[in-house]
Every structure is written in C-alpha cells, then in structure tokens.
C-alpha cells in the first residue's frame, strides 16, 4: 500500500537503482542515484534508448519478442562499465502492457473514530479482492491480469480531502485508489530478461501513468486538474485528472508507429521512407510539389488520430469537467504535429468551452526536480526517477 504524502518518517539510505521505461516504441533504461537527505534530488549517472524493431505488420506477438529483444540491448549497455552496486530494479510500464483503473472506496459509522493505517489497508486489500475477483470471473484463474501497484492518491475525512488523514477522528472515510494491473506470463518474461543481466535483484513494476501523475503533481502544484496525452510507439492514452486526483483514463490505438504504417501503406514505400517523409513534412522541408502530393495522406492522418482524440472526451461519467491544461508526452519528432493537432477548433470537445493549452514536456522542464550526469535529458527516464524516489519516501 501507497500513500501520496509522508506517514511516517523513514531513515534513508543513499541507495542505487535502475529504472525500465518499457514502452512500445522504445525501451530506455537508467542508472539512478537516490539521496539519503531530503531536498536533494535523484541523478541519472548513466541511461541509454533502445528503439523497438519496427514491424509493417500489428501484429501483437511480434511486438512483445522485438520489446524484449529491445529490453536485453538496454539492460546490456547500462551493464556495460557498470561499477555502481545496484540495488532494486523499477520496470515502468506504458501502454499497451498494463491497464489501470480508479476506484472510490467509501465507509461511514455512526459513532466516530481514528483513522489509522490499518483501516486504510483494510478497504485497501477488500477492493483489491474484489477487483481480482472480477478479472478472474473474465479471464479466468490462468489469465486472469496481475496487479502491479495500488496507490491511495487522496483520502477524504467527512467529506473534506486532507493530505493528513492519519490519526484523526471521523465519521467517514473515502479513498480514491490508483490499481495497475497486467499479465503475470508478460511481467514474468519482462523480469527474466531484466535477471539475465541484473542478477538477484529485487524487480518491481508499475505504470507510467502513477509515474507521470506523481511527477507532475510535484512539479506544477497550482495545476491540480489537466489532461495527459502520452502518445507512444503504438496507442495514445489519454487521462483527466481533476482535483488532484486520476479520474478518467482511455487508450486507441494510434501511436507513432500507427502513423509511419499508415504513410508507408499509402505511399507504398519502406517505413524507414515513411518515418523521413514524416519529419520532412511536418518541420516544411518538402517542395511545393511534394508538399502538394502528399498533402491529402497528411491531412487524413491528422482527421484518424484527432477524431480519435476527441471521441476520448464523449460519453465521460458524470461530475468530470474537461480541463483546458493538456500536459503531452511524446518522441521528439512528432511532439509539434501533436501540439498543433490538439489545439484546432475541430479536435476540441464540445463540452470545452476554450481551446486546449499544450505544453509539451521536455526534459529541461524536470531539470530542478532530478540531476543528470553524463546522459541526455530523457523526460521520460526524469519523471520516472522522481515518481520512485517520491514512493521510496513515504
């Protein structure tokens, strides 16, 4: 069990770790020095990328042997050299390979009393319960998804949100709880792989939406509702956090890669062609004539992943308003057609009443939250270093 503030005061020790960012587009890996000293921040001593075999074909079974053949190849290089003592392995996952969901857990008495850690564990481990029993009853007892992570992201006493629920008195008590969850053959094969070469180390797993929520609710505190659009090799998750608190979150198959097929298919040209046509494109590198020829393709790829995008915002539960903030994470080369994509009039929703503001995330914007030696500025690898120092702390 996770809360999202401190319940008690931890002695720390320095400690070394490597983070997976298992993606499906690219694997990256990381060295991380976490400090004994609160206020001092994470460091990247070493981390490297991995791009995953691109594939003409969806095929999912391909995909997963070309995603650990990418996970070997980074587990390697950040070997590679390596005199630091590691410690613990965090594999992060993104979409495709985990699902998340949000659950409300309420109770109420008539008679107040303290809420403790063992009452929170308690509704904790009952929804979780049920939860399982859920997926088994759907999947069956083999296939049934393995939960990764739970996290408690807010409790409220009586009905007011408190960040110190702890040893208070009430009468009511309601949990807003992050479950992940995802195939146990899958995390066996992914933690095999990561053993080859970091032998008998304690692996763990989460997701990258805990990772990307903890990390940007440190780092912008005044934007406690927004939207994230994390655009992988594959699908596109869109999330709405709204009070500081996850409460929606869908995925569609349009990712990256998605787009290059699609260019590939309607061109009829090798997919290393169409990633190039791609750039030159979207930074006006291209002719006038080029431009004009390829110009229909271009704008129907914009028309499949932006009606897709807006589809994301229909039919959402009741209570949830639509942020106007949209934080997007993405590859570098396709983070300006996506800004630009998000912010026309037609792939905003109804329902929001101003144009979507876009800040696309780079590494430079994590800078004063994790210190980065001898290695790029990853955002991805930045903001998964700060989610697992944050959980290691409380």
Request: hydrophobic share 35%.
């Amino acid at each position: 069990m996770e809360f999202l503030f401190k319940t008690s005061k931890k002695k720390k020790q320095e400690t070394i770790v490597a983070i997976f960012d298992i993606g499906s587009g690219s694997i990256g890996g990381a060295i991380v020095q976490l400090p004994s000293i609160d206020g001092e921040l994470p460091t990247i001593i070493k981390s490297a990328r991995t791009d995953i075999a691109f594939s003409e074909s969806n095929d999912f079974e391909i995909l997963i042997k070309n995603m650990l053949r990418a996970i070997n190849t980074t587990a390697q290089t950040l070997n590679k050299n390596n005199t630091s003592s590691i410690k613990e392995v965090f594999c992060i996952l993104s979409s495709p390979w985990y699902l998340s969901e949000t659950r409300i857990v309420k109770t109420e008495r008539e008679l107040s009393f303290v809420f403790t850690k063992r009452h929170a564990n308690e509704l904790l481990q009952k929804e979780i319960f049920n939860l399982s029993e859920t997926y088994k009853k759907q999947y069956g007892e083999i296939d049934a998804p393995q939960i990764i992570e739970n996290i408690i992201m807010g409790v409220s006493l009586n009905g007011i949100p408190t960040n110190e629920p702890l040893d208070k008195k009430c009468k009511s008590v309601e949990l807003s709880i992050l479950i992940s969850l995802s195939s146990k053959i899958f995390i066996d094969k992914i933690e095999g792989n990561i053993l080859n070469n970091f032998h008998h180390i304690p692996v763990h797993f989460s997701s990258f939406i805990s990772s990307s929520y903890i990390a940007l609710r440190d780092k912008y505190i005044n934007q406690d509702s927004h939207v994230l659009v994390d655009v992988s090799g594959e699908t596109t998750d869109v999330s709405i956090i709204q009070d500081g608190i996850l409460k929606y979150s869908v995925s569609f198959p349009q990712g990256k890669k998605t787009l290059y097929r699609y260019i590939s298919k309607n061109k009829n040209i090798e997919l290393r062609d169409s990633e190039e046509l791609f750039n030159l494109y979207t930074t006006d590198n291209l002719s006038a004539s080029i431009k004009y020829k390829v110009d229909p393709i271009f704008k129907s790829l914009e028309y499949i992943w932006g009606s897709n995008f807006t589809k994301c915002f229909e039919n959402l539960p009741e209570g949830i308003i639509i942020p106007k903030v949209v934080f997007l994470t993405a590859d570098n080369n396709i983070k300006k057609w996506l800004t630009q994509l998000i912010q026309k009039d037609q792939y905003n929703p109804s329902r929001l009443e101003n144009r979507f503001n876009v800040l696309a995330l780079e590494g430079s914007h994590f800078l004063n939250m994790c210190n980065i030696k001898n290695s790029s500025c990853d955002p991805f690898l930045m903001i998964e270093a700060i989610s697992v120092m944050r959980k290691k702390n409380i």
